[in-house]
């Protein structure tokens, strides 16, 4: 378990003892810490991976800004990478990363676990309009201080998800071709929250689509993401999207599943039954196998056992909608550009230069 500061290990050792040691039987908690307690070091994550060999794993959930740099020292040892989303914050880097697993024949995926309905989508006809609105309580704006406005923004922190959906289930309708965002502003920069000057509430990107058989039809896509909602609305993420097609419409709520709970102290709070069954099972045990949560990194790690044993390469996974770093590269230009658009006060332009799947630009 790697980290920048070694002085928060033994608060996570006694998290890891009570959530999960303390929850569920025969659980192995142990880890090797980098770096190791009272050591400061951001490149920590090096010492780390050269710790691997050739055909293990790296998981990165780390700040937005930080993806990269690990991912590619991972990936040029030969290692198998999962990042969580977004994959990158510019659009080259994560052309770098595609090339860079494609040399060292290596899985490399973005941790994408909401994806759902691409089926139905494929039944109704050219590509109209989608919308998604995406939100968490202005607390998250405590717990992201070190880097909220600093190294990354609410739009690559959550339209991420809903950006990466509409791209997923578009993959053979449509490609996106035009940014252009807007960002509301004042409540993260004022008391209690006091971030950093310039740091968005909430960003909106409107997205414009070209369909990919038919030069008449074009599509647009709102995507909204904020962590500028009320501390006490429910639920910890507020999502959902509407997706309307040329034969039918899809309305999606992810935040309100047909579960909830009312408790004395903090009110009525709707669960999500899909994403992890935290409660044990008769004998004990862990026994959320069968969350998507679990689902999405379980795949992963599914695939490098393959490719470690021969069984598959990683190019094949691409054909399976299995969200690669080739797969979600549309997904990092959208996100890239919005953040262009914003900065220069611009429509920033999608396009595709040469047959390569690296070969996407912002312009």
């Known amino acids: 378990m790697v980290g920048v500061n070694g002085g928060k290990f033994p608060a996570i050792r006694q998290h890891l003892d009570k959530n999960i040691g303390g929850v569920y039987k025969d659980m192995n908690l142990t880890f090797d810490e980098y770096p190791k ?18 055909g293990d794993a790296v998981i990165i959930f780390t700040p937005d800004s930080t993806h990269f740099p690990i991912a590619l020292y991972a990936i040029e040892r030969g290692l198998h990478v999962l990042i969580t ?21 290596v899985v490399c995926w973005v941790e994408h676990h909401k994806r759902d309905a691409k089926a139905r989508v494929a039944t109704l006809g050219e590509f109209n309009f989608f919308n998604a609105w995406m939100a968490q309580p202005k607390s998250q704006l405590e717990t992201f201080k070190a880097w909220a406005g600093k190294d990354s923004d609410i739009s690559y922190y959550l339209s991420s998800h809903h950006v ?31 971030c950093v000057p310039g740091t968005e509430d909430t960003i909106t990107l409107l997205i414009d689509f070209q369909s990919i058989k038919s030069p008449n039809h074009k599509g647009t896509a709102i995507s909204t993401a904020s962590w500028t909602a009320p501390l006490k609305s429910g639920v910890h993420t507020s ?15 992810q935040a309100h599943r047909g579960y909830d709970v009312t408790f004395d102290e903090t009110g009525k709070a709707w669960v999500n039954p899909f994403y992890m069954k935290y409660s044990p099972s008769a004998t004990g045990h862990f026994d959320g196998q069968r969350g998507y949560g679990y689902i999405s990194i379980e795949k992963f790690v599914d695939a490098a056992r393959s490719v470690n044993t021969g069984e598959a390469q990683p190019s094949v996974f691409n054909g ?8 979600t590269v549309l997904t990092t230009a959208i996100l890239h550009a919005g953040r262009i658009s914003l900065d220069e006060k611009r ?16 312009v």
């Open 164 to 194: 990466d959906i509409c791209c997923w289930i578009l993959q053979d309708i449509a490609v996106p071709t035009r940014v252009v965002a807007s960002a509301a502003q004042g409540i993260a920069t004022s008391d209690p929250y006091n």
């Open 239 to 253: 999502q959902h999207w509407y997706y309307m097609g040329e034969k039918g419409d899809i309305s999606i709520d």
């Open 85 to 105: 989303k977004p994959a990158t914050q510019k659009l080259e880097h994560h052309n770098t990363l595609i090339e860079a697993a494609k040399k060292k024949n």
């Open 347 to 362: 429509p920033v332009g999608i396009k595709k230069e040469g047959d390569k799947r690296s070969g996407w630009l912002v």
């Open 37 to 54: 307690e009272g050591k400061v070091d951001p490149e920590a994550y090096k010492a780390a991976i050269d710790k691997l060999k050739p």
């Open 320 to 327: 399976q909608g299995f969200p690669t770093i080739e797969n």
